[in-house]
Structures are given as C-alpha cells and as structure tokens.
C-alpha cells in the first residue's frame, strides 16, 4: 500500500504551521524555557538563549517559530482579552519565550502590537517582556509607555518595575555585585522614562533607581544607604536575591557560588558564617523542618 505524506498548515488558537501532522504550538519553547541555561550574554545584548530550542520546535526555523508565536499572541484568535482557564500561563509562556528568543524586530513588533492591543488584561505580562527584549536604550518603548497610557497605569508599572530595579540608597542592593539581567533592564527602563515623564506622581514612585549605562561595565553595585551593614540578617535572609543576582557561570558540575558575595556582606564579610547561621538554624532543636505554618517567613531582614 502506498502512503502519501500529506502537509498540513493549521493556524488555529494553540496551535501554528506544521507538516506530518505534527503541530507546533505557540507554547513549545516556553513550555522548556527551564531546561535552557540563561544567556551569557550583557543586560544591553539581546538574549538568544532559545534560538536553537526554537529551531528544534519547528523543523530547523527559528524565525518560524517567532512567528508561530506571534500568531499565537496577536493572531486572529488573540488571547488577551479571554479569561478563559489556562490564558495567563498561555501568554506567559509565548512573552517569555519571545524576549529569549533573538534580535529579530518581528520579536519587538510582536510585544509592541500586543502592548497596545485593545482590552488587553495581560498588559503586566507583555511590559516584562518588552522590557527583558527592547533594544537599548529603549527609547521607543519610553515613550510608548509615557504618552500611550493613564497615570495611574503608568503609576503601578513603576511601582513594578521598582520592585525588580536597583536603587542607590538601598541598603540591600549594596549587597549585591553581580545583578541580574532583570535587575538591570528594569533599572535602566525606569530611568528612561524619568526622563520623559512630567507627571510628579509617577517621578515620585519612580524615585532615584540606579542605571547601569552602557559605559559603566563590569557594572559595580550601587553603594549602600545609611546603616548599611547595620543589624543581624536572618538565616533565610538571602533568599531574596534569588531572582535579583546573575545566576552562576561556572560549568553545571561545579558548585553554585552565586550568592556568595551577598552571603558575606549579609555576615559582615563572611561567607561561611552566613552559610553557619543558615545549618544551625536548618539543625537546631527548634528546626523547621517539620513546621507546617506560614509563620516562618521566606523572605526578611532581622534587625537589632
């Protein structure tokens, strides 16, 4: 019996251009984004880190699986005004992948277009993806921000990004030397648009964040405020910084240092005095290994 092979091409909600029968979705990158190492790349570069991943979802074309996404985000079937089960992590998922996926303008377009897309809920997710992709010094995207949407909206995205930025008179940013490149391009966005914003509200939210400029690298941590070394940190003091310190880039077999330099100026210079606090209090007769409450905080400072 003879089979013919047939090309299918499906452009449905979920769903993109695919031969064989195999389909591709929108969300197949994202879907692993967690098994592929973070770029090695500067803040400033665009992240490539899923170029490969993206070519491997679509049979060798990673400008194709750009645009499958692109689709899946803005297409005929847009998402972004649905609140139907599953539609967030959808859209997280193809944000995330696209912002990893390259310098390809279609990348920016795609977020821009989505941004500024009518009753659109999922603004939040889009901004940090804009953000993590828009080519330095983000100019266009300031402006976008300032002159396309109310006060109160830009006022919250400020507070947002706040959260993720460096700022010169924290005390717990002093402690970090190796920021990540969140930290860093939420840092420069805020400083971009402070320099076109008018409304004081917004410059009062927006406050004095640090920006790490293309001029200034190996980018030094911006200095500590008043009381800077000042008080005892708790054993889970340094979960925090998590998501705020550049991961490592020694080899995956080789020990994870990367919250070494701020275990030490949590210990006042030492490393494994830090390291000590965390065992004694993971091995303590009062242990909370066996807690079942929320009243041991993940995250918090201690202060004496």
């Not at 389909?23 to 190492?37: E, L, N």
């Not at 944000?95 to 809920?121: F, M, V």
């Not at 005390?171 to 648009?193: C, G, Y």
């Not at 490592?248 to 830090?274: C, F, I, K, Q, Y």
Request: proline fraction near 8%.
């Amino acid at each position: 019996m003879r089979i013919r092979c047939v090309f299918l091409a499906v452009s449905v909600f979920g769903m993109g251009p695919a031969s064989f029968g195999q389909y591709t979705s929108p969300t197949d990158s994202g879907a692993r984004i967690d098994m592929v190492a973070p770029t090695t790349r500067p803040w400033y570069e665009p992240d490539g880190s899923l170029e490969s991943l993206n070519a491997g979802c679509n049979l060798g074309r990673s400008a194709g699986m750009i645009r499958i996404m692109k689709e899946g985000l803005v297409g005929e079937q847009c998402p972004l005004a649905t609140t139907l089960p599953g539609t967030k992590e959808y859209i997280t998922r193809i944000s995330d992948a696209l912002h990893r996926s390259g310098d390809s303008p279609e990348i920016t377009n795609t977020l821009h277009q989505a941004l500024l897309t009518p009753k659109n809920l999922y603004r939040d997710i889009i901004l940090h993806a804009y953000i993590m992709a828009s080519p330095v010094p983000m100019t266009f995207l300031a402006e976008t921000v300032v002159k396309g949407f109310p006060v109160e909206q830009r006022k919250a995205w400020y507070a947002a990004a706040g959260e993720k930025a460096l700022y010169r008179d924290s005390w717990e940013d002093s402690l970090i030397d190796r920021p990540s490149r969140e930290v860093l391009r939420h840092s420069h966005f805020l400083n971009r648009v402070k320099a076109i914003e008018t409304d004081s509200e917004c410059l009062r939210v927006i406050g004095n964040p640090f920006d790490p400029g293309r001029e200034a690298f190996p980018t030094p941590a911006p200095g500590g405020g008043e009381g800077a070394g000042d008080g005892g940190a708790a054993p889970n003091a340094a979960a925090r910084f998590f998501a705020r310190v550049a991961p490592t880039a020694r080899p995956w077999h080789e020990a994870d240092d990367s919250l070494r330099s701020v275990n030490a100026r949590l210990a006042h210079g030492r490393d494994g005095g830090m390291v000590g606090l965390i065992g004694a209090e993971l091995l303590s007769r009062d242990t909370p290994l066996a807690r079942t409450s929320e009243e041991y905080p993940a995250r918090r400072f201690d202060t004496k």
